[in-house]
T-cell receptor
């Protein structure tokens, strides 16, 4: 069975600082994808970044990067130069190849202070 | 291009009533999904479809039924609503193995 663990229920960061949101995963399948989604207070789920299990380099999308450490089974999201608009819930998710569902973690609520 | 839309956005039901949630996507995606999100939790998969005319059970399918008569639509039905089905329901679609595109959600309260 697949499992995602996000151990930080809440984080508070000063504007313009970098922030790392932790995510560890558990699967015995060698082929999988890791995803991060942002959920602002308005409720929609916004896709941020994707990392495949066979990707050699860490994924980056603008201010978002994914620190992928396969041996440790971790896929931490790094947000550089945080902005007030980054305040939201952040979910880590995993999808095993061949399976349809995304398995989500419980989320981390990020608050950016001015 | 509207993406993924959900109807309605909000609904209040009494225990035992029935309703249908509609999800529509205009991206020609093969795969569609229904998730529920409970307070303090991530999303859990209810049912999914890998193409027109197909449906399959997800992680928490009990109390729900689905249909995919047209490729662009995925319906979620509650035959006899229970307070435990109070949740936010998200529909998603996907063209392949990669990211899923989510709708705005439907907030359902069952009293």
């Amino acid at each position: 069975a697949q499992k995602i663990t996000q151990t930080q229920p809440g984080m508070f960061v000063q504007e313009k600082e970098a922030v790392t949101l932790d995510c560890t995963y558990d699967t015995s399948d060698p082929s999988y994808g890791l995803f991060w989604y942002k959920q602002p207070s308005s409720g929609e789920m916004i896709f941020l970044i994707y990392q495949g299990s066979y990707d050699q380099q860490n994924a980056t999308e603008g201010r978002y990067s994914l620190n992928f450490q396969k041996a440790r089974k971790s896929a931490n999201l790094v947000i550089s130069a945080s902005q007030l608009g980054d305040s939201a819930m952040y979910f880590c998710a995993m999808r095993v190849k061949g399976a349809q569902k995304l398995v989500f973690g419980q989320g981390t609520r990020l608050t950016i202070n001015p | 291009n509207a993406g993924v839309t959900q109807t309605p956005k909000f609904r209040v039901l009494k225990t035992g009533q029935s309703m249908t949630l509609l999800c529509a996507q205009d991206m020609n995606h093969e795969y569609m999904y229904w998730y529920r999100q409970d307070p303090g939790m991530g999303l859990r998969l209810i049912h999914y479809s890998v193409g027109e005319g197909t449906t399959a059970k997800g992680e928490v399918p009990d109390g729900y039924n689905v249909s995919r008569l047209k490729k662009q639509n995925f319906l979620l039905g509650l035959e006899s609503a229970a307070p435990s089905q109070t949740s936010v329901y998200f529909c998603a679609s996907s063209p392949d193995y990669y990211e899923q595109y989510f709708g705005p959600g439907t907030r359902l309260t069952v009293t």
